[in-house]
């Protein structure tokens, strides 16, 4: 089983950017897909992308796509959720998590990290 640790949050203006970073520990990284998911205050956890454990399929939540890219270098056993043009309600806490199995883990995850916050001010 892997451990996840999220780093790069933090506090940007609305039209920013932030990248989020997600580490592995573990030697079997490359056998799981890893999702993005966030939690804003009041309301229940949601799915934000989610990426193969090749990186070659990827898929996100309509409010994000054009704006939001999920990548991975296995190499660094990290996954990347690159933000731009961010908006007052993408503030959430965003977790990193991790499932062996790509085409649910929109719906379930294995593991999980510990989250990092982002606030968007306006």
């Known amino acids: 089983q892997v451990q996840l640790v999220e780093s790069g949050g933090g506090l940007v203006q609305a039209g920013g950017s932030l990248r989020l970073s997600c580490v592995a520990s573990?030697?079997?990284?490359?056998?799981?897909?890893i999702g993005w998911f966030r939690q804003a205050p009041g309301k229940e956890r949601e799915f934000v992308a989610a990426?193969?454990?090749?990186?070659?399929?990827?898929y996100y939540r309509d409010s994000v796509k054009g704006r939001f890219t999920i990548s991975r270098d296995n190499a660094k056993n990290t996954v990347y959720l690159q933000m731009n043009t961010l908006k007052l309600e993408d503030t959430a806490v965003y977790y990193c998590a991790a499932d062996r199995n790509y085409d649910r883990i929109s719906k379930r995850a294995e593991t999980w990290g510990q989250g990092t916050q982002v606030n968007v001010s306006s």
């Open positions: 990426i193969s454990w090749s990186g070659g399929s990827t």
């Open positions: 573990g030697r079997t990284f490359m056998s799981y897909a």
